[in-house]
């Protein structure tokens, strides 16, 4: 059974071009985070929810928003993509808290033209 | 903020062959995560270990907290077994969760 799901998985942009990836979960988790990992390169937080409370990372680039409309759905929404923001994007869950054990979904695989 | 060390960057072994991978990391933590990263890009869970022993199956892990070390072990490795593992540690009063480079493992038939 499918957990943390995410949409779609391969995703194409133009340069320039706002893109959504969608991430579900079907676990009723309170925390869902988002990461981007470049290649050969350790996955990188930019920010997470806990529940409805939004929290960026420091240096997470301000051309990067999220969204969490409902406990079960969270969105990651790049304004305005550059050649250096194509990477793979985990979407992860964890029950409780930061300190709790991380699900991580499929992955969205960004290219940037 | 927390450094994590893993070792060695590189592993490369013959099928049946046992392996230890190294997790250092310079501060005390709430929750250290074992990943192994398929070719696909998955991240599939293998072990939630703050502290002590736990094994599941060919796979055991070992943190020592108070040293701030954590040790994977894969025993009679299978050519399935490649890929990267990642150690991810969060230190709750740093509000953040930090991965190691990973160590990419190749097993060869």
């Known amino acids: 059974d499918a957990m943390v799901i995410q949409n779609p998985r391969y995703q194409v942009t133009q340069f320039g071009k706002p893109v959504t990836l969608s991430c579900s979960q079907t676990?009723?988790?309170?925390?869902m985070y988002w990461y981007q990992q470049k290649s050969s390169q350790a996955p990188k937080l930019l920010f997470h929810y806990y529940d409805k409370d939004f929290n960026n990372e420091a240096d997470t680039p301000d051309n990067f928003q999220s969204r969490r409309p409902n406990t079960s759905f969270c969105f990651l929404d790049i304004r305005s993509p550059g050649l250096g923001d194509a990477a793979m994007y985990l979407c992860?869950?964890?029950?409780?808290?930061?300190?709790?054990?991380?699900?991580f979904g499929p992955g969205t695989r960004l290219t940037v033209l | 903020g927390i450094q994590v060390e893993q070792s060695p960057p590189d592993l490369i072994l013959q099928e049946g062959a046992n392996s230890t991978l190294r997790c250092n990391f310079s501060d005390s933590v709430n929750n250290l995560q074992w990943f192994h990263q398929n070719p696909w890009g998955q991240l599939i869970n293998l072990f939630y270990i703050p502290s002590g022993t736990k094994q599941n199956g060919r796979l055991s892990a070992t943190t020592v907290a108070t040293e701030r070390y954590s040790l994977l072990y894969i025993s009679s490795s299978q050519t399935t077994d490649s890929g990267v593992y990642f150690c991810a540690v969060i230190n709750t009063n740093a509000g953040k969760s930090t991965f190691g480079d990973g160590t990419t493992l190749t097993v060869k038939p």
């Open positions: 676990l009723n988790h309170n925390v």
């Open positions: 992860a869950t964890s029950r409780e808290g930061r300190g709790d054990t991380q699900y």
